[in-house]
């Protein structure tokens, strides 16, 4: 079967279950490709792109759900407990995969600081999807402990100056990613890979919201993200 998720990494995270779902009958159609090692023989082609626009390839299933709606990834694409069963052998792919402890104190926290989404950088107001950056950075300054940022090829706003903060911003391959959220106390960020993975690996995770999200749309985001066991701060 051939299939074409959302183009984000965070979107194609989310569909490891029903990629192992397919596998190994499957080729996927995405620029992520890194994120599918630990299943060792998925086949993939690259997306191409018509400005910031993906091209949907002919004969994929294009994979979506509905952000503030009732249909979520696993509404859509498993069926009964079905999903649950593929999460618990993608999970354990996973912690095969990158098994291994770093070299680093414990209770650290996670943080992926506000950023630009791509569709966002050409405008004026760059920053208008994010959350709250003066009450986003205030809580990081409430932390206590050791704070590692991370983050890849992104747009900032300007961060103060905290103590106690290793940036960890492009400096990180996918595979030490994978290995400081699975070793994190929690995880903070808006939603998107970083919480994905936060999921992926049963880590506690604090879902920023938008600054121009509701509280209601906010809470049926997490909802359509969140994963079995994780624990929602």
């Known amino acids: 079967m ?3 998720p959302q183009s984000g990494l965070g979107d194609l995270i989310n569909l490891l279950p029903y990629i192992e779902k397919l596998n190994p009958d499957v080729i996927v159609a995405t620029n992520h490709g890194y994120a599918l090692e630990p299943f060792n023989n998925i086949n993939t082609v690259p997306v191409e792109y018509n400005g910031r626009l993906p091209i949907s390839k002919k004969d994929f299933q294009q ?15 498993f069926q009964g407990d079905d999903y649950e069963l ?37 405008k004026k107001y760059m920053f208008e999807c994010t959350p709250d950056i003066k009450r986003t950075y205030d809580l990081i300054f409430s932390l206590k402990g050791r704070v590692i940022l991370v983050g ?20 990180t391959s996918f595979s030490e990613l994978c ?11 808006q939603i998107g890979a970083i919480t994905t993975l936060a999921g992926l690996f049963r880590i506690p995770t604090l879902f920023l919201s938008a600054a121009k999200e509701t509280e209601e749309q906010h809470r049926k985001h997490i909802d359509g993200v969140v994963w079995p066991g994780q624990e929602i701060l």
Not at 179 to 189: E, P, R
């Open 2 to 4: 051939n299939i074409q």
């Open 63 to 77: 994979l979506r759900y509905t952000r503030y709606g009732k249909e979520r990834y696993r509404d859509i694409y």
């Open 86 to 122: 593929y999460v618990d052998k993608v999970r354990e792919r996973y912690n095969q995969f990158y098994n291994y402890k770093l070299k680093i104190e414990d209770n650290f926290i996670i943080f992926a600081p506000p950023h630009a989404a791509k569709r966002h950088q050409h």
């Open 152 to 171: 890849q090829h992104d747009i900032y706003p300007d961060l103060p100056d905290i103590q106690n903060v290793i940036d960890m911003r492009n400096k």
């Open 179 to 189: 290995l400081l959220i699975k070793n994190a106390k929690m995880v903070i960020s």
